[in-house]
């Protein structure tokens, strides 16, 4: 490994180490050869559970990665007056997010959730609102990029989680229904050249899995406290790693992955796909093992019998140091207001 000394914004020493890592072929996880499987299955349990995170190369989002990168460009370079009109009143639906520095970091953020299926109930955190603006008029193709993007990977997502599943000696469905009707938060990141270095802080993420597609650099895994490792696949490949509600799921045995983005050229900028997985709102979070014995249901018990997308915003909740006791309220009237809007057709 080689070693370089940073000392980032928040007065921290951090050594960052190049981490070294063996991709692991998507094509396995597809064959019709019982072996390569096996070797799929093998390779992603022993990465997410000596680590938290994987490299996985040739994948269907990599397939895609030139349609998907045209739509960042495209997006990060509207006038700032549209990016301003196409903010969303709320977080966590279409839009720019972020413009400017919030108070993870600073990045220009175009977000988009997948629809929900014809027929299905939009879940309590990813439903459009009445008057959406049409982004196609914007970015001409970027909803139907957008969502073959959101499908893609839910069905990666999906086959990691069943490898999980086999190595932690369960059924590979463990987590299948769950999974149905995924949440999925695509985000077009655009890292600009400005102080501070350290453009996003050091953080978890609270879903299932998280997914990270770039071809530069800038991606830093935490390995202990005074080391981070700078991981960087390309665009042959895509680093998925451990979040929140998976680490509850496996009473711990998953660890959630802490990461930040570090750019050591102040006047480079960084561009990034990140998705979030937070899986669905239909059926409750499985849990392995002994719930008994599970330390995070001891705490919060209430989480038994909770979906994955809402122990994931629940946890949220925790880290912005709300009320966790909300998180009932919460849901009650968010599925009120879906309630309302499907009554009326919308």
Avoid at 105 to 122: C, K
Avoid at 149 to 176: H, M, P, W
Avoid at 268 to 295: C, E, H, T, Y
Wanted: with cysteine; glycine share 8%; aromatic share 10%.
């Amino acid at each position: 490994m080689t070693a370089t000394s940073h000392t980032v914004t928040d007065n921290d020493d951090v050594t960052v180490v190049t981490v070294d890592y063996d991709a692991i072929d998507y094509a396995d996880c597809v064959s019709d050869d019982p072996e390569k499987r096996a070797r799929f299955q093998k390779a992603v349990f022993r990465d997410f559970t000596e680590r938290g995170w994987a490299v996985i190369e040739k994948t269907p989002l990599n397939e895609m990665f030139p349609v998907i990168n045209d739509c960042a460009v495209r997006a990060h370079n509207l006038s700032g007056d549209v990016k301003k009109a196409l903010k969303p009143e709320l977080l966590n639906q279409h839009g720019f997010q972020n413009v400017g520095a919030d108070k993870m970091g600073w990045r220009d953020v175009f977000g988009f959730l997948r629809e929900q299926p014809a027929g299905v109930p939009p879940n309590v955190h990813a439903f459009r609102q009445p008057d959406d603006v049409d982004f196609d008029a914007y970015l001409p193709g970027v909803t139907a990029v957008m969502d073959e993007a959101a499908e893609k990977t839910e069905e990666i997502a999906a086959n990691v989680l069943r490898a999980i599943s086999v190595g932690l000696g369960e059924d590979q469905s463990f987590f299948d229904a769950c999974m149905e009707y995924s949440f999925i938060d695509i985000r077009l990141n655009r890292y600009p050249p400005v102080e501070p270095k350290e453009r996003i802080l050091k953080h978890p993420d609270f879903g299932l899995v998280s997914v990270v597609l770039s071809e530069e650099p800038g991606l830093q895994v935490k390995i202990d406290d005074d080391h981070y490792g700078a991981v960087t696949p390309g665009a042959g490949g895509i680093v998925i790693f451990a979040a929140k509600a998976l680490e509850i799921a496996t009473a711990g045995l998953i660890k959630t992955l802490h990461h930040r983005v570090y750019v050591a050229d102040p006047a480079a900028a960084r561009r990034s796909v990140n998705i979030f997985v937070g899986g669905g709102d239909f059926a409750p979070m499985p849990f392995f093992g002994d719930k008994s014995s599970n330390p995070y249901l001891r705490e919060c018990p209430h989480y038994d019998g909770m979906t994955p997308l809402l122990i994931a915003i629940a946890e949220w909740e925790r880290f912005s140091k709300h009320n966790i006791d909300s998180i009932v309220e919460f849901d009650q009237k968010i599925r009120k207001r879906i309630e309302g809007r499907m009554a009326v057709g919308g």
